[in-house]
């Protein structure tokens, strides 16, 4: 099997299987997303503990293979990341499914970037782009609300 067809092969999985699929009952944190373009919809919901790790994460929505494949790899491997190397992951993902080869950071393991760098194909393709990024956004934004309520207490 070679690379591209072992990363088609992860969309597949993850689009047809989506991890992590359906609300949880005690998140702390929320955010939707919507891509009109494509009409994916992800609702994403968080749960980050007194340590702000990601004790628990999943998603409800619908829309193309990518997008639901790229919502399932994100929410398997932020469990149990810390809020701070979960946005340094978001802001290495942005970057190589938009212009970069590669992911780099030491954050993760070989395994969780070879699943990553299988959105990768993407880049070709603007409208794509966006499929592959939302549930990403969704994420930041339920972090960034997080952190306005750390500042507030
Ligand atoms: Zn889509």
Redo the contacts with the bound molecule.
Sequence with gaps: MNLKELYQEIILDHGKNPRNLGKFDNFNKDAKGH?PL???KVHLFLKLDENKKVNDISFEGE??A??MASASIMTDLMKGKSEKDAKEIIEKFLDMIKEKDDIDTKLLEEDEKTKLMSLGGVKNYPM?VK?ATLSWHALSSALEDFQKEVTTE
């Design positions: 891509n494509c009409g994916d829309g193309c990518i997008s794509r499929c």
